[in-house]
């Protein structure tokens, strides 16, 4: 069994992009398509990395992030957000942080997604 | 106690007379003759004088006459003897106030100093009157004059121009502001030129024909007319008119007008209009460009995975690979198929069709891909029902005719709306409903509505403000705020409505309404 990555995003298609790019380098995607359930899924199955997009309805995706930095559990699990805004990480990195009190994700990785990229800043943060 | 002089030569007569005056009341002075009586007119000023007419020396009438030259206003009766009515008549002549003869009688003499008191009251309260009048007068003109100061001050100083000319058209007044306005100094114009000079050809006439009629803020009103002046050098200024006509005693006297310069909001708008113009492309531009990337990113997925099936020889990967890459394929022209019908490339084709079939491909359509979401969320999960189906279902009228549509633009509303439906329910955080859409197809008097009813998301009052502008979206980049706009679109050039009932948590309804043609040269009103 490779590493567990866990993927959150509101979207099939991207979901179903990055999970197949995953599996296919031999890693086991878990899917979650909320903020409310990629928050359960972190906890009973504990990944080794999460990719998640930021932009979902109801401050999902900023809330997990919050969530997830701030739990002793969870906070050392390396996160990457996959952004849609072209605006550079800083816009993105103020919005998920939300002031200073987080600390920023581990990466960022912007859409479209180059799979090559994605698989190289995945296998970096987990070596 | 009133002054009263007597004079007469004849001591018992002033003797009796005076003491019958005193008893009356009167402050009496008496004199022996002509000159000391004038005398003591003067020192005294008494209000009436009773004077004998036969006297030695200086008589009666010299007396009168010299009275009245110097005080017109004194009383004189004059005394005459029995029979001397030629001089009685003189007498009254050089204006006596009356007379009595002699022996003065008690009652005769009542009656004359009541007349005579009459006639000094009366004539001291036309005095007082006369007086007040002239006080008023005075005030009154002050007060106009200052009315009249501080209405030229207001003209004058009116940002706005202001023109008014009498009944023949000539300017009578021509303020500084339209001095500003229009280059002319009011010398150059006032009682000089009509000001036909001011307008375009048959404007001013038109503005008359509006003052006279009730249109444009009723009748002698003209209110917020636009148009332009003439300057000095040519120029036509765009002016905002208003306008009145003046009366004096219900007959017109003229008019009067202001001008606002509308120069500089005439040139805020069209900068304003602009402004709105670029930023609504770059608003639609970024839009569609976050939506595109969206779709890009599934479609280099989908390739790199073909690739990746291709060289490490996995057939399973192929499959995957490629169902992506047609599933972004059918997204691509989904949004390419709204942008041309937004931007009129495309001409709606109007031929007799039945809205039941049109709703069932957008249902049979939207069913497959419901299924295969499904199906795929399940793969994707690795266990079933991970995530609530969305049921779609369908209520059409049996009764409803083939009609004059235009089928490609009615299956395109009504399948915008259906993927509005469902991305409303998986938008919807509450997971335990049972999601539901249904498209439904009415039959009405005038036509045929399609309903397509969700239990999603539901829509906010903010949401519902801004549903219909331009490129606005709820959906972030995964929308571009093109489906609705397309709908609406296509639902006006059918000459139709769109119309909406949504409330948050509970779902959202819309309601396309068409009317019903019976042939293609039944046109359509284009919309404005």
């Given amino acids: 069994m490779g590493k567990k990555i866990l993927i959150v995003d509101d979207e099939i298609e991207q979901i179903e992009y990055a999970s197949t790019v995953l599996?296919?380098?031999?890693?086991?995607?878990?899917?979650?398509?909320?903020?409310?359930?990629?928050?359960?899924?972190?906890?009973?199955?504990?990944?080794?990395?999460?990719?998640?997009?930021?932009?979902?309805?109801?401050?999902?995706?900023?809330?997990?992030y919050q969530d997830l930095k701030h739990d002793e559990e969870t906070k050392n699990i390396p996160v990457i957000i996959v952004t849609g805004i072209a605006r550079g990480g800083h816009f993105d990195d103020l919005i998920v942080r939300q002031g200073q009190d987080t600390p920023p994700p581990e990466g960022y990785i912007e859409k479209p997604m180059n799979a090559d990229a994605m698989l190289k800043m995945v296998s970096n943060l987990l070596s | 106690m009133s002054k009263l002089l007597l004079i007469d030569d004849e001591e018992p007569v002033r003797k009796i007379v005076g003491l019958y005056l005193r008893s009356h009341g009167y402050e009496v002075f008496t004199a022996a003759d002509g000159p000391k009586g004038i005398e003591l007119f003067q020192r005294e000023g008494p209000s009436i004088v009773l004077t004998d007419i036969k006297m030695p020396g200086m008589d009666g009438i010299e007396v009168l006459k010299k009275i009245k030259q110097t005080s017109p206003e004194t009383e004189v009766i004059v005394i005459t003897g029995h029979g001397d009515m030629d001089l009685a008549i003189q007498s009254l002549q050089f204006d006596a106030s009356d007379f009595i003869t002699k022996p003065v009688g008690n009652e005769a003499l009542s009656i004359a100093?009541?007349?005579?008191?009459?006639?000094?009251?009366?004539?001291?309260?036309?005095?007082?009157?006369?007086?007040?009048l002239?006080?008023?007068?005075?005030?009154?003109?002050?007060?106009?004059s200052k009315a009249h100061d501080f209405q030229k001050n207001l003209i004058q100083s009116s940002i706005d121009g202001i023109i008014a000319s009498d009944k023949d058209g000539t300017i009578v007044v021509f303020n500084r502001g339209t001095e500003d306005l229009l280059?002319?100094?009011?010398?150059?114009?006032?009682?000089?030129?009509?000001?036909?000079?001011?307008?375009?050809?048959?404007?001013?006439?038109?503005?008359?024909?509006?003052?006279?009629?009730?249109?444009?803020?009723?009748?002698?009103?003209?209110?917020?007319?636009?148009?332009?002046?003439?300057?000095?050098?040519?120029?036509?200024?765009?002016?905002?008119?208003?306008?009145?006509?003046?009366?004096?005693?219900?007959?017109?006297?003229?008019?009067?007008?202001?001008?606002?310069?509308?120069?500089?909001?005439?040139?805020?708008?069209?900068?304003?209009?602009?402004?709105?113009?670029l930023s609504a492309i770059g608003q639609a531009v970024a839009g569609m460009a976050h939506y595109t990337k969206n779709i890009l990113n599934g479609l280099q997925g989908g390739v790199y995975i073909v690739n990746t099936s291709l060289k490490k020889d996995k057939p399973d990967l192929l499959r995957k690979g490629w169902g992506m890459v047609e599933n972004n394929v059918s997204r691509i022209s989904d949004l390419v198929m709204n942008m041309l019908i937004y931007s009129k490339e495309r001409e709606p084709d109007y031929v007799s069709c039945s809205p039941n079939d049109i709703a069932q491909e957008v249902y049979d359509l939207m069913y497959e891909t419901l299924k295969?979401?499904?199906?795929?969320?399940?793969?994707?999960?690795?266990?079933?029902?991970?995530?609530?189906?969305?049921k779609l279902s369908k209520d059409f009228d049996p009764s409803i005719d083939e009609c004059y549509l235009d089928p490609t633009g009615a299956h395109r509303c009504l399948l915008n709306l259906v993927t509005n439906a469902i991305d409303a329910c998986t938008q919807e955080p509450d997971e335990d409903k049972d999601f539901r859409v249904i498209i439904r197809t009415r039959k009405e008097d005038d036509g045929i509505s399609f309903d397509v009813v969700d239990n999603g998301v539901g829509m906010s009052k903010e949401v519902q403000e801004k549903l219909f502008e331009r490129f606005f979206s709820t959906k972030g980049p995964k929308g571009t705020g093109l489906g609705l706009l397309v709908t609406r679109k296509i639902v006006d050039e059918h000459g139709g409505t769109i119309s909406f009932e949504s409330e948050p948590g509970q779902g959202t309804t819309f309601t396309m309404h068409f009317p019903c043609r019976k042939d293609s040269s039944d046109t359509i009103a284009s919309p404005v």
């Fill in chain 1, 23 to 64: 599996e296919a380098s031999g890693y086991t995607p878990v899917i979650a398509m909320d903020g409310k359930e990629g928050m359960k899924k972190v906890k009973a199955e504990k990944p080794d990395l999460i990719l998640m997009d930021i932009m979902m309805p109801e401050r999902g995706g900023i809330g997990m």
């Fill in chain 2, 113 to 132: 100093l009541k007349r005579a008191e009459e006639r000094v009251d009366t004539r001291r309260l036309l005095k007082e009157y006369t007086d007040n």
């Fill in chain 2, 134 to 144: 002239e006080v008023m007068v005075k005030e009154a003109t002050e007060e106009l």
């Fill in chain 2, 183 to 277: 280059g002319y100094t009011a010398d150059e114009v006032v009682g000089k030129v009509p000001i036909d000079t001011v307008y375009l050809p048959g404007v001013g006439e038109k503005i008359n024909e509006t003052l006279i009629a009730e249109a444009y803020g009723g009748k002698n009103r003209l209110v917020n007319y636009e148009n332009v002046l003439i300057s000095k050098n040519g120029e036509e200024i765009p002016v905002r008119i208003s306008g009145a006509t003046l009366f004096e005693n219900g007959e017109k006297t003229g008019v009067v007008c202001f001008f606002q310069d509308l120069r500089e909001i005439k040139r805020l708008q069209r900068e304003l209009i602009q402004i709105e113009r």
């Fill in chain 2, 372 to 390: 295969a979401r499904s199906a795929k969320l399940d793969y994707l999960m690795k266990e079933k029902g991970m995530h609530p189906d969305i």
